[in-house]
């Protein structure tokens, strides 16, 4: 269970031990912690009190300023093991050994909202893994969508501005639908394409643990002749790429807030861990000018269906952290941590991330020394000549802090590229000094309608949807327009709906990209279904067949899918009719079906609220009724999609509705 890393942080952690005493942090055992020290019991609290402002002091000092994006997050430990030896791609140790377990932290995130927003707002996830490897940390700082919104990172500044909540009122709270994100969308073209990722359900989606993962820029590996690839980093997730649908993740977000979070820490907590498998896409150096896109634009993908992707290994989650603070909220990472064998590439997204990460580490952990934080630190030795300043945690012996020295043997030195140290990928670079965007980069539109085009009839009409109510909720006729000319340029059916419905025109001409190409890859409708770790609530009216249930819940078990048992009251009998939720304290958003199981001739309305949810979500629902009339004040008929009246089949099919997930046939 235990990996390099956190037998590591094992050092620094205090247990939760019962046999010691206070004491203030000079280690001064104290008496008293409940009273201040007055003159007289009705008296004013006196300065001299020492005890009372350390403990003041420190808390009013416990917080630290909140990443500027991707504030809220969620991190757990895990490890990283290769298939087989990518040595003719690169030297990277930990890409080349298939023995070695890599320990690995990851951190998902939502993007816009701050540290205590809503998990299931629309936004893009961050998914940003630290490697430990034995040659220093590797980061690879992700997001669960393969392009971005802007080419150049002297960009990003005004892109948060506008997508963050605006400036003059502080709202929304977690949400791009508002006028500045959408006026920056009008007036930057070179965001259509990621647009319609985030108008996608991919913004939504249904668990971290049901994410892929991108590395989005172009980078190199150089292997030890020091040939170099164009690589994209890809993670794909075991259990399939799934989503809510709006409505759900809306009503979640107050039935829940934490719905992301949990569902991480509960699949830990059981066993259940999550996994992803490592992709690569290599292009050859030779061939970087073979595509119909420049590989450097980071709004660009590389479809799957012309370079595809290598599945390299796989990272598994296995324990959760034991102090958030400590471990998610001090994580820092960085695209420019890096171990031999991988390299930049041009990317000038890229290029400008190499500088900020590092930046905004010093105002947001207090000083240069956050790598000394347990979380930060590399599982492998350190040494170098940089000393003091804030938080400085290690006693450097010695007198020498400088390079070259004779007094210390020249120590620490330079390794070797040989010898594993880390040499640069010597690419030509030959131009004139100029603030610009390559031509290149013009071709806003042709990947954003490949995008939509690849999309399942039913994902398309979410795109619609989203768009309808973002783009409704903007004030400035001004910004609506541009936002319809913009989808103009992509689909003109698209266009024409939402203009339609936002009340905003429509532009003469049809600027549309002609194109049917599509990359299947791209749809969700596409992906794995299994039942694992999928949820089902099990409400139970009146007292029905115990032995039902136990078969019912021996199924489920056995097919991994996790069940709760909902019911008016909560109950303290035996297993498998335990009640542990109640119509007050769970909810039908919170779950992937509904098993309802009835022994009364009347369903009461709270139980049957709960199938309506289900169905208008498109989930499965199971029907073992006493009374099948119970249903005619519902909407929901036997003979619907993904309906199973257990009367009649078996629990299997249900099962197999819930691998399957979504009916989206039905007419809702
Ligand atoms: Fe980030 N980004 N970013 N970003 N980013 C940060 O670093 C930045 C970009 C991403 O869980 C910040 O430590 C610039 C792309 C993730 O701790 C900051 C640009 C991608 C996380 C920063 C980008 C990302 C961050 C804020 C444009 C996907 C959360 C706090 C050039 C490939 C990491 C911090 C975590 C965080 C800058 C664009 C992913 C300010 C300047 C593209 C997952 O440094």
Known sequence: MDNKKTEQLKEYTIKNESNH??????????????FSLKAGLRG??????????????????????????????????????????????????????????????????????SRGSNDTVRDVRGFATKFYTDEGNYDLVGNNIPVFFIQDAIKFPDFVHAVKPEPNTDIPQGATAHDTFWDFVGQNPETAHMVMWAMSDRAIPRSLRMMEGFGVHSFRLVNAAGRAHFVKFHWKPVLGVHSMVWDEAQQIAGKNPDFHREDLYEAIDKGQYPEWELGLQLIPEEEEHRFDFDILDPTKLWPEEEVPVRRVGKMTLNQNVSNFFAETEQIAFHPGHVVPGIDFSNDPLLQGRLFSYTDTQLSRLGGPNFHQIPINRPVCPFHNNQRDGMHQMTIHEGQTSYHKNGLNANQPAPVPA????????????????????????????????????????????????????????????????????????????????????????LPAENLEVKSDKKSPALSMANTVLLPDTKKVAIVRVGDPDVELFAEWTTALTEQKVNYTIVGPKLHDL??????????????????????????????????????????????????ALGNPQALDAVRIKADEAGVYDLNNSNIQAFINGVAQGRFWERNL
């Open 21 to 34: 005493g206070l004491t203030t942090n000079q280690g001064l055992k104290m008496a008293e912690d409940e």
């Open 44 to 113: 004013p609290t006196l300065m001299e009190d020492f005890h009372f402002r350390e403990k003041m002091t420190h808390f009013d000092h416990e917080r630290i300023p909140e990443r500027i994006v991707h504030a809220r997050g969620v991190g757990a430990h895990g490890f990283f093991q290769l298939y087989e030896s990518l040595e003719e791609f690169t030297r990277a140790d930990f890409l080349t050994d298939p023995s070695k377990i890599t320990p690995v932290f990851v951190r998902f995130s939502t993007v816009q909202g």
């Open 418 to 505: 040989e010898q594993g140290g880390y040499a640069h990928y010597q690419e030509r670079v030959d131009g004139r000094k100029i603030r610009g965007r390559s031509d290149s980069f013009l071709d806003f539109y042709s990947q954003a309608k490949l995008f939509y085009n690849s999309l399942a009839p039913y994902e398309q009409e979410h795109v619609r949807m989203a768009l309808r109510f973002e783009l409704g909720k903007c004030k400035s006729s001004m910004v609506k327009t541009n936002a319809v000319a913009l989808l103009n340029q992509i689909d003109r059916s698209l266009a024409q709906e939402v203009a339609d419905h936002i009340g905003a025109p």
């Open 574 to 623: 035996p297993n498998p009719l335990k009640v542990t939720a109640t119509y007050e304290t769970t909810d039908p958003t919170l779950f992937d079906a509904v098993l309802l199981a009835s022994s009364e001739p009347v369903i009461p309305p709270t139980a049957l609220a709960f199938i309506e949810t289900t169905f208008k979500h498109y989930k499965p629902v199971a029907l």
